[in-house]
């Protein structure tokens, strides 16, 4: 599958963006569909989660309350909701899907080309 990111940026210190994460077939209910970013000079940092089947989701810490995820089966698309944006969250926004319940970045494939989020203070 081929995964396409969208929705990135300009925003200030508290506003929110929506991105999305349009696939380019059905995706496998046994699928988990993620959002990683990467900050420049930093590593590919997990974000969030979901199963596909099940909606279930998990978040990083540094984003819990404040960025949602969820998936429009219909659409095979996948967004992250952010919320109270913050400087720190400035960086490179991927979306990609694994086999498996994980949340390390070796473990997904089909990365999409990333979208950048610049958050202003």
């Known amino acids: 599958v081929q995964l396409q990111a969208s929705g990135g940026g300009l925003v200030q210190a508290g506003e929110s963006l929506r991105l999305s994460c349009a696939a380019s077939r059905r995706i496998f209910s046994s699928s988990v569909l993620g959002w990683f970013r990467q900050a420049q000079e930093k590593e590919r940092e997990f974000v969030a989660r979901?199963?596909?089947?099940?909606?279930?989701?998990y978040y990083a810490d540094s984003v819990k309350g404040r960025f949602t995820i969820s998936r429009d089966s219909a659409k095979n698309t996948v967004y992250l909701q952010m919320n109270s944006l913050k400087p720190e969250d400035t960086a490179v926004y991927y979306c990609?899907?694994?086999?498996?319940?994980?949340?390390?970045?070796?473990?997904?494939?089909?990365w999409g080309q990333g979208t950048l989020v610049t958050v202003s203070s």
């Open positions: 979901i199963r596909w089947s099940t909606g279930s989701t």
């Open positions: 990609a899907a694994s086999p498996s319940t994980s949340s390390y970045a070796p473990d997904f494939g089909s």
